[in-house]
C-alpha cells in the first residue's frame, strides 16, 4: 500500500496476519454453537488490526496516573497521539530552549504498550508562544526558527514518531490561506519549507498534513486539495492528509469518501486523525444510538478506502474531552462515558471492524469477556471468611480495579489490595506496590468477613471488563 516508509511495513504485516486470523475466526464464528465463546476480535486495537488498520487516540499525559484511563488506553489502541505534550507551547517555550518531558513520556507509555505514536504538530498558529507569534521577525529569520524547532523536534523523537502532522489548520473556511503569523510573514511557500525541513531530519516519518472540516467535498477541503496538489507536483515529500473528523451528531457526511478517495488517487495515505461527535448534552439513548451508527459509518468508511490507514478518537472518555469547554452544552462526543464505561459508539466501531465487543452490560450474554480469568476461593467458618481472590490478566496493567459482589458479611480486613464496600458491592483497587501486572500474570489479594453465609462464586470484573470464573 504505502511501503516506502517505516510504519507501512510494520501495520501490513501485521494486517496480513491478523487477517488469516480474522478470516478463520469469521468461518468458526458461522460454525459455532450459540452458547460456544466467539472466537472474533473483542478489542478495538484487535478488531483494527485484523483490517490492517491502526486504531488511535488523544492521549491527556495527565490522565495516565488514572489507571482505569491508562488500561483503557493500552488495552483498545494501538496508535497515541499526544493531546497536548507535542505541540510548540509545550516543546520550546522559549525560543532556543526544548522540552520534551510530556512527549518521551507518552513515546514511553506507546513503547510498553506495543503502540505507534502519531506526532502532533509541528507548524500551527494555536499553542504557538507569544515569543514566535509576536516576536515581529521578518520573513528569513522566522524560516529559521520554524525550521529550527522543525528539526529539533523531529530529530529528537526519530525513530519513536511514525507520523508528523507538519502543519495544522493552514485553511480558512473558505479555502483561503489562514492569516497565520506564518502565512502572513512568509508566505503560502512556508508550507512546503516545513514539509522538506521534516523530510531532512527524519526521512522514515510520514508527513502529513492535518485540518477540520476538510472532510466533506467543500471550499476548504478544495483549498487543501489545490495547495497539496501543487506542492506534489513541486516535488515537495507530503505523504499523508490528516482528516480531523470533529463531528456533530447527525451531520451529513455522504461525500466524506468520495472526498477522501480524490486525495488517494493523488498517491497519498489518508488518516482520520481526531474523529469524535459531539451531541447537545445531556444524550439521550436515541442520540447515542445514532451516534454509535456515525461512528460505525466513518469506520466502514475507512475500511472501504485501501488508502485510509487509521482512525484516532480524539479523547478517551467524554469525561476528558475537549468538546465541552469550547462548546457549552455539548459534549459525550467520545467512545467511554463519564464512568470510562463504554457506549454504543465503542460497540459500534468493534462490529464494524468486524469484531465482537460482548455486551458488557448483559450478564446473560454468552460472549466471553476479553480474556480475565478469576478464581475466588472462601475458607468459611460459623461467624466469619477469608476469601482469596486471584485474577489472571492476558494485558499487562498499569493500575487494576476488581469489583465483585460479596453478598453476604462486612468486611473486617484485607491484604494485597485496597478495599471499598458499599452495601454487597466491593471494590478492590491495586496497593502502591502490585499495581503493575506483567501480561499474563496474576493480581492476588484476600479478605476476611465476618459472615460464614455460603454463596455461589461471584461474577468478578478486573477494570471494568467481566472476568470468567476458574
Ligand atoms: O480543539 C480540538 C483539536 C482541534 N485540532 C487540533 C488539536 O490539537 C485540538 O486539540 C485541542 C486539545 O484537545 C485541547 O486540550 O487543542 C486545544 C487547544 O487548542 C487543547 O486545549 C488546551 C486548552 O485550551 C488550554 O487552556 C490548556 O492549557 O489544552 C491546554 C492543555 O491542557
Known amino acids: 500500500m504505502f511501503p516506502s516508509k517505516r510504519r507501512a511495513a510494520a501495520v501490513i504485516a501485521a494486517g496480513v496476519l491478523v487477517s488469516g486470523l480474522a478470516l478463520a475466526g469469521g468461518v468458526q464464528a458461522q460454525e459455532?454453537?450459540?452458547?460456544?465463546p466467539s472466537t472474533l476480535a473483542a478489542s478495538l486495537r484487535e478488531a483494527a488490526a485484523a483490517n490492517g488498520k491502526f486504531v488511535g487516540t488523544a492521549i491527556n499525559n495527565g490522565l495516565l496516573g488514572n489507571s482505569t484511563y491508562a488500561n483503557i488506553a493500552s488495552s483498545q489502541f494501538d496508535s497515541v497521539t499526544a493531546e497536548n505534550a507535542m505541540k510548540w507551547d509545550s516543546t520550546e517555550p522559549s525560543r532556543g530552549s526544548f522540552n520534551y518531558g510530556g512527549g518521551d513520556?507518552?513515546?514511553?507509555?506507546?513503547?510498553?504498550?506495543?503502540?505507534?505514536?502519531?506526532?502532533?504538530?509541528?507548524?500551527?498558529?494555536?499553542q504557538l508562544p507569544s515569543w514566535v507569534s509576536n516576536g515581529g521577525f521578518n520573513?528569513?529569520?522566522?524560516?529559521?526558527?520554524?525550521?529550527?524547532?522543525?528539526?529539533?523536534v523531529v530529530n529528537h523523537f526519530e525513530n519513536d514518531v511514525e507520523y508528523w502532522d507538519v502543519v495544522n489548520e493552514v485553511f480558512n473556511e473558505d479555502g483561503t490561506m489562514r492569516g497565520s503569523v506564518f502565512q502572513n510573514t512568509i508566505g503560502t511557500s512556508f508550507v512546503g519549507t516545513a514539509f522538506r525541513t521534516a523530510d531532512a531530519a527524519d526521512p522514515d516519518a510520514k508527513l502529513c498534513i492535518n485540518d477540520y472540516n476538510i472532510e466533506t467535498d467543500n471550499a476548504k477541503s478544495d483549498g487543501l486539495y489545490n495547495l497539496v496538489s501543487s506542492l506534489l507536483s513541486q516535488g515537495v515529500p507530503i505523504d499523508c492528509v490528516g482528516f480531523q473528523s470533529h463531528l456533530v451528531l447527525d451531520q451529513n457526511t455522504s461525500s466524506f469518501k468520495s472526498n477522501m478517495q480524490r486525495f488517494a488517487d493523488l498517491g497519498l495515505e489518508l488518516i482520520i486523525t481526531e474523529l469524535d461527535i459531539r451531541i447537545s448534552t445531556p444524550a439521550d439513548s436515541s442520540e447515542l444510538q445514532r451516534q454509535a451508527q456515525q461512528y460505525a459509518g466513518i469506520t466502514q468508511m475507512c475500511l472501504e478506502v485501501s488508502a485510509c490507514s487509521g482512525i484516532t478518537v480524539w479523547g478517551i472518555?467524554?469525561?476528558?474531552?475537549?468538546?465541552?469547554?469550547?462548546?457549552?452544552g455539548e459534549g459525550a462526543a467520545c467512545l467511554y462515558d463519564d464512568n470510562y464505561q463504554p457506549k454504543p459508539a465503542y460497540s459500534a466501531m468493534v462490529t464494524a471492524f468486524g469484531g465482537d465487543p460482548g455486551d458488557p452490560g448483559d450478564p446473560g450474554d454468552p460472549d466471553?469477556?476479553?480474556?480475565?480469568?478469576?478464581?475466588y476461593v472462601a475458607n468459611r467458618w460459623n461467624n466469619g471468611s477469608v476469601v482469596e481472590l486471584r485474577v489472571t490478566t492476558p494485558q499487562a496493567l498499569s493500575g487494576w480495579?476488581?469489583?465483585?459482589?460479596?453478598?453476604?458479611?462486612?468486611?473486617?480486613?484485607?491484604?494485597?489490595?485496597?478495599?471499598?464496600?458499599?452495601?454487597?458491592?466491593?471494590?478492590?483497587?491495586?496497593?502502591?506496590?502490585?499495581?503493575?501486572?506483567?501480561?499474563?500474570g496474576t493480581v492476588s489479594f484476600g479478605f476476611q468477613t465476618n459472615s460464614g453465609a455460603t454463596y455461589s462464586t461471584p461474577v468478578v470484573s478486573l477494570n471494568g471488563t467481566q472476568c470468567t470464573t476458574a
Open 32 to 36: 459455532r454453537a450459540q452458547d460456544e
Open 105 to 126: 513520556q507518552l513515546v514511553d507509555f506507546a513503547q510498553a504498550n506495543d503502540q505507534q505514536v502519531y506526532g502532533h504538530t509541528l507548524v500551527w498558529h494555536n
Open 139 to 152: 520573513a528569513s529569520t522566522l524560516t529559521s526558527i520554524m525550521n529550527n524547532h522543525i528539526t529539533n
Open 317 to 328: 472518555s467524554d469525561r476528558d474531552s475537549w468538546v465541552p469547554g469550547t462548546f457549552p
Open 368 to 375: 466471553p469477556p476479553t480474556g480475565c480469568t478469576a478464581s
Open 401 to 440: 480495579q476488581i469489583t465483585f459482589a460479596l453478598p453476604a458479611g462486612t468486611i473486617v480486613g484485607s491484604w494485597n489490595a485496597e478495599i471499598s464496600q458499599s452495601g454487597t458491592s466491593v471494590t478492590a483497587r491495586n496497593t502502591q506496590h502490585n499495581g503493575t501486572v506483567a501480561a499474563n
